[in-house]
Nanobody, 118 residues
Framework: QVELVESGGGLVQPGGSLRLSCAAS????????MSWHRQAPGKERELVAG????????NYADSVKDRFTISRDNAKNTLYLQMNSLKPADTAVYYC???????????WGQGTQVTVYS
């Protein structure tokens, strides 16, 4: 079965760093584009960053540009999000998603909590 499992969340102070991981199984990871999304309490889920299947192209929300880095290791079937210079506004549940160009099915993980608190 398809499974995406996020890990690496936690409690950090403003200015701190975290590295999130998303471990994938049950599908051909290397042909799927991947993305990170987040949802804060009472807010809509928003796109944070995306990466193509080979990792050749990335994109970021303006709110995280120059602070976050998305990457992937296709040999390990794992997606990453390096988060630096964290702010209280980054507090949210972070989810990974797998999808195909011209496809009609998205796979979602269950999320990992990131809390930025002084």
């Amino acid at each position: 079965q398809v499974e995406l499992v996020e890990s690496g969340g936690g409690l950090v102070q403003p200015g701190g760093s975290l590295r999130l991981s998303c471990a994938a199984s049950g599908f051909t990871f290397s042909v799927y584009a991947m993305s990170w999304h987040r949802q804060a309490p009472g807010k809509e889920r928003e796109l944070v960053a995306g990466i193509t299947a080979t990792g050749s192209t990335t994109n970021y929300a303006d709110s995280v540009k120059d602070r976050f880095t998305i990457s992937r290791d296709n040999a390990k079937n794992t997606l990453y999000l390096q988060m630096n210079s964290l702010k209280p506004a980054d507090t949210a549940v972070y989810y990974c998603k797998a999808f195909r160009r011209f496809g009609n099915t998205n796979y979602w993980g269950q999320g990992t909590q990131v809390t930025v608190y002084s």
